[in-house]
């Protein structure tokens, strides 16, 4: 089993920044990527990025691709998303999801059902 927990959210203004973190514990070290996902109220989860394990490579959503970085520190087992110049469009739960051995790698890095563990999300709130 993998347990993950989101920290960092919170209220963040228009144009300003926001790091969330995402800590693994348990059986992580075979996990292939880790992704963050967001849910708004009244909308669907959707993807906003993903980081592999070991070799760092990247997926963007569109709409955070210029504003959000996704990093890694293998060492915590954490990811980190920094959320620059947000706008309230990206008020939502966040949260990360990783998948883990086995996963069948035609799948989507983007698809929901591609990751088998996931975190409680944690709330961001962007102003209007």
């Known amino acids: 089993q993998v347990q993950l927990v989101e920290s960092g959210g919170g209220l963040v203004q228009a144009g300003g920044s926001l790091r969330l973190s995402c800590t693994a514990s348990g059986r992580t070290i075979s996990s292939y990527y880790m992704g963050w996902f967001r849910q708004a109220p009244g909308k669907e989860r959707e993807f906003v990025a993903t980081i592999n394990w070991s070799v760092g490579s990247i997926v963007y959503a569109d709409s955070v691709k210029g504003r959000f970085t996704i990093s890694k520190d293998n060492a915590k087992n954490t990811v980190y998303l920094q959320m620059n110049s947000p706008k309230p469009g990206d008020t939502a739960v966040y949260s990360c999801?990783?998948?883990?051995?086995?996963?069948?790698?035609?799948?989507?890095?983007?698809?929901?059902?591609?990751?088998?563990?996931w975190g409680q999300g944690t709330q961001v709130t962007v102003p209007s």
């Open positions: 999801a990783t998948d883990r051995p086995g996963t069948d790698r035609r799948v989507s890095l983007s698809a929901i059902t591609r990751y088998a563990y």
